[in-house]
Each structure stands twice: as structure tokens, then as C-alpha cells.
């Protein structure tokens, strides 16, 4: 009889001991390190702003509705990918590349779609129809970008012939190009327009129609992720919340904000 209090004893202690925990879990959500860039409207590199970022904005609605908490942080590009792969880091937006198929899982449901355009100033008369056209310009590179594979060939090929200027933060191409530093440089159209818009020079600059690279950009999960267990069924949900929030208008609302 004591044996069997005993038994039931340690059921009802265990029992409690899994519905607490259960119970903690349920109200302290797993926490997801998601990679923040320098890529405004998308992201601020969280830095305190009015707003937080396009895709910031997004991918807190979805990663909530998945039960997670979003946590988002800036690394430079070089350290983003090594994290990246050693799982110190959950998730990430990239456009599709082979390459980076053995360091991320992509999702199938675009977040947004960008392109890569050339900048130059106002009054320039540059035009651009081909790569030979950077030729003799003074080109401007911001450290990190990747691009289109043909047109990062071509900035390799400028880096090593030593006619390349390379920017380390988000506006220093631009204040290069309106300081004469530079005749030309190639990022996102929708960044450049916010960063010039912020600096007060959008009238200054002129962006070219021709396209180095227009991508859609996915959500990624990194393969080494050991807080997302089902890796490919996590982001087939957050697909399904992408699509969900595309339909009910909230994804129109929230890129209104950020003139995209």
C-alpha cells in the first residue's frame, strides 16, 4: 500500500512538474536570431527609427503567428554568412543562388521582389546599355553586395585593376557620386531612393533603366538552425502567412508606409 502512495506519488509529482513546463513554454515562446541588414526601407539595421523596416515588419507578423519570438540583429555581411552556417543565426533573406543552397532552406513565397540598378547625378548625360559602359567611369562598390554573377565578375575585375572605390556604410556611395568622388555605382533601386530621400539630395541623382539584376528575395533558414527542428515545414507556414497577408491587404498597408 505505501508502494503504491509512493507510485502515485511520483505520477501526480511528474505530472506537474510536465504541465508546468508546457505551461512556461506555451508563455515564453523559442526565440529566432534573424540576420538584420543595412538595407533600408527593408531593414534599419536596428537602429532606432520612425519605422522599423519593411521586412521587419512582415516577418514579425509571420513569426509570431508561428509561435516563435523574433529577434532581430545587425552583423556585417562576412560575419552574417559564417553565423549562418554554424547555426548562430536562424534566418535570413536572400534572392535564389545554387550556392547558397548548401548553407540555407529557401521558402517559395517571395517576401518582395528588388532590383539593381546604376546611379549616377543629375545632369551627368551617362548612359548605360552594356557592362563596357562602366568602363572609363569612376565606379563605386559598397562593401558586401553580391549583385548579378556577371556584373560582381565585372567589380572583381575593377578591384583588381585598382580603378574601384568601395563605400563601407549604406550612404557613402552616395556622398561619394554628389562629391564627384565617383561618376556611378549599382544597389537596390527602392534603398537608394529611401537613403536619398533621407539626405535630402533625391533631386541630385538620376537612376538608369538598365537592369544589373532584378530578383524576388525569400525567406531562408540556415541549415545548422538547431532552434527550428522541421526546417522545410517551417517555412512552408510562413509561406502560407505570407500568402495569407498578401490576400487580407495588410501586406499593401504595411509597404505603403515605406513607398514600395
Same mark, same amino acid.
Given at each position: 500500500? =505505501?508502494?503504491?502512495?509512493?507510485?502515485?506519488?511520483?505520477?501526480?509529482?511528474?505530472?506537474?512538474?510536465?504541465?508546468?513546463?508546457?505551461?512556461?513554454?506555451?508563455?515564453?515562446?523559442?526565440?529566432?536570431?534573424?540576420?538584420?541588414?543595412?538595407?533600408?526601407?527593408?531593414?534599419?539595421?536596428?537602429?532606432?527609427?520612425?519605422?522599423?523596416?519593411?521586412?521587419?515588419?512582415?516577418?514579425?507578423?509571420?513569426?509570431?503567428?508561428?509561435?516563435?519570438?523574433?529577434?532581430?540583429?545587425?552583423?556585417?555581411?562576412?560575419?552574417?554568412?559564417?553565423?549562418?552556417?554554424?547555426?548562430?543565426?536562424?534566418?535570413?533573406?536572400?534572392?535564389?543562388?545554387?550556392?547558397?543552397?548548401?548553407?540555407?532552406?529557401?521558402?517559395?513565397?517571395?517576401?518582395?521582389?528588388?532590383?539593381? =540598378?546604376?546611379?549616377?547625378?543629375?545632369?551627368?548625360?551617362?548612359?548605360?546599355?552594356?557592362?563596357? &559602359?562602366? &568602363?572609363?567611369?569612376?565606379?563605386?562598390?559598397?562593401?558586401?553586395?553580391?549583385?548579378?554573377?556577371?556584373?560582381?565578375?565585372?567589380?572583381?575585375?575593377? =578591384?583588381?585593376?585598382?580603378?574601384?572605390?568601395?563605400?563601407?556604410?549604406?550612404?557613402?556611395?552616395?556622398?561619394?557620386?554628389?562629391?564627384?568622388?565617383?561618376?556611378?555605382?549599382?544597389?537596390?533601386?527602392?534603398?537608394?531612393?529611401?537613403?536619398?530621400?533621407?539626405?535630402?539630395?533625391?533631386?541630385?541623382?538620376?537612376?538608369?533603366?538598365?537592369?544589373?539584376?532584378?530578383?524576388?528575395?525569400?525567406?531562408?533558414?540556415?541549415?545548422?538552425?538547431?532552434?527550428?527542428?522541421?526546417?522545410?515545414?517551417?517555412?512552408?507556414?510562413?509561406? &502560407?502567412?505570407?500568402?495569407?497577408?498578401?490576400?487580407?491587404?495588410?501586406?499593401?498597408?504595411?509597404?505603403?508606409?515605406?513607398?514600395?
Amino acid at each position: 500500500m =505505501r508502494r503504491n502512495l509512493l507510485n502515485f506519488g511520483l505520477v501526480v509529482a511528474c505530472f506537474i512538474a510536465i504541465s508546468g513546463f508546457r505551461t512556461a513554454e506555451a508563455g515564453d515562446p523559442e526565440s529566432l536570431k534573424i540576420i538584420e541588414n543595412d538595407w533600408p526601407p527593408y531593414y534599419f539595421k536596428n537602429k532606432s527609427d520612425k519605422l522599423p523596416g519593411f521586412a521587419r515588419e512582415i516577418l514579425s507578423i509571420c513569426i509570431s503567428r508561428l509561435g516563435y519570438r523574433a529577434e532581430f540583429t545587425f552583423y556585417p555581411v562576412k560575419r552574417m554568412y559564417a553565423y549562418l552556417e554554424r547555426g548562430e543565426l536562424d534566418i535570413s533573406l536572400f534572392s535564389h543562388k545554387k550556392s547558397r543552397e548548401a548553407l540555407v532552406y529557401f521558402g517559395h513565397e517571395p517576401l518582395f521582389v528588388s532590383g539593381y =540598378r546604376p546611379v549616377v547625378r543629375s545632369g551627368s548625360g551617362i548612359r548605360i546599355l552594356s557592362l563596357t &559602359d562602366f &568602363d572609363d567611369l569612376k565606379i563605386g562598390h559598397l562593401a558586401g553586395l553580391r549583385y548579378s554573377e556577371a556584373f560582381l565578375t565585372y567589380i572583381k575585375k575593377r =578591384r583588381n585593376a585598382g580603378t574601384l572605390i568601395t563605400g563601407t556604410t549604406g550612404d557613402s556611395c552616395l556622398r561619394m557620386l554628389t562629391e564627384n568622388i565617383i561618376d556611378i555605382f549599382v544597389d537596390t533601386r527602392n534603398t537608394v531612393l529611401w537613403r536619398a530621400q533621407q539626405m535630402g539630395i533625391t533631386e541630385k541623382i538620376t537612376i538608369l533603366d538598365y537592369d544589373i539584376q532584378t530578383s524576388p528575395y525569400f525567406v531562408t533558414v540556415s541549415k545548422a538552425s538547431p532552434r527550428i527542428a522541421d526546417k522545410p515545414g517551417f517555412l512552408e507556414q510562413l509561406d &502560407d502567412c505570407l500568402r495569407v497577408i498578401k490576400t487580407d491587404g495588410r501586406y499593401r498597408e504595411i509597404a505603403r508606409k515605406y513607398g514600395l
